[in-house]
T-cell receptor, first 115, second 112 residues
Framework: EAGVAQSPRYKIIEKRQSVAFWCNPI?????LYWYQQILGQGPKLLIQ????????DSQLPKDRFSAERLKGVDSTLKIQPAKLEDSAVYLC?????????????FGPGTRLTVL | GESVGLHLPTLSVQEGDNSIINCAYS??????FIWYKQESGKGPQFIID?????DKRQGQRVTVLLNKTVKHLSLQIAATQPGDSAVYFC???????????FGTGTRLKVLA
């Protein structure tokens, strides 16, 4: 089966600009996650969707970050405006059910550099 | 607070030797633990998992040990190969939640 797809793979922008990342989860997976991974650290959950509803967005900086999964399949994460500290790899993952003990499968990530 | 950490940031082993990667977790209510492998430029790849009602689980060349008394998790890789070179993360799922909390990772270097 095809894995989690993400695009673009790399993005370089200047601070205060906007950027959007796209994710297509594994077919049939109900739950989709966006993580932020700063260099040298483990992934940190930003937002979790169950179908097209938000389950957890407690660590999403809502003043600048937004995400949607309108049809319960693919998802978009947006940053507007970007700050220098947003430089990181943004990982998308999906799992068959709500999560917890259900294995999460990760995409290759989008490496964002904010200048 | 909740945290998952690792004792050693970098581990170097000779090819063919066994590797042991350690992880400490702080939430005694966590009931599910996972190990991921992340190669450069790639997303994390699932290796093995273990539930809190177990203390050992084996996979192909890998074994995960869980010591709930001291809140310690380890990943053992038998006959380490060059392809095992990567950063390894442990993660925990606190009971009643649906999310993974990742540690900061250990880099494994396999020496020829």
């Amino acid at each position: 089966e095809a894995g989690v797809a993400q695009s673009p793979r790399y993005k370089i922008i200047e601070k205060r600009q906007s950027v959007a990342f796209w994710c297509n989860p594994i077919s049939g997976h109900a739950t989709l996650y966006w993580y932020q991974q700063i260099l040298g650290q483990g992934p940190k959950l930003l937002i979790q969707f169950q179908n097209n509803g938000v389950v957890d967005d407690s660590q999403l900086p809502k003043d600048r970050f937004s995400a949607e999964r309108l049809k319960g399949v693919d998802s978009t994460l947006k940053i507007q405006p970007a700050k220098l500290e947003d430089s990181a790899v943004y990982l998308c993952a999906s799992s068959r059910t709500r999560g917890g003990t259900d294995t999460q499968y990760f995409g290759p990530g989008t490496r964002l550099t904010v200048l | 607070g909740e945290s998952v950490g690792l004792h050693l940031p970098t581990l170097s082993v000779q090819e063919g030797d066994n590797s042991i990667i350690n992880c400490a977790y702080s939430n005694s209510a966590s009931d599910y633990f996972i190990w991921y492998k992340q190669e450069s430029g790639k997303g994390p790849q699932f290796i093995i998992d273990i539930r809190s009602n177990m203390d050992k689980r084996q996979g192909q060349r890998v074994t995960v040990l869980l010591n709930k008394t001291v809140k310690h998790l380890s990943l053992q890789i038998a006959a380490t190969q060059p392809g095992d070179s990567a950063v390894y993360f442990c993660a925990e799922t606190p009971r009643g939640t649906y999310k993974y909390i990742f540690g900061t990772g250990t880099r494994l270097k396999v020496l020829a």
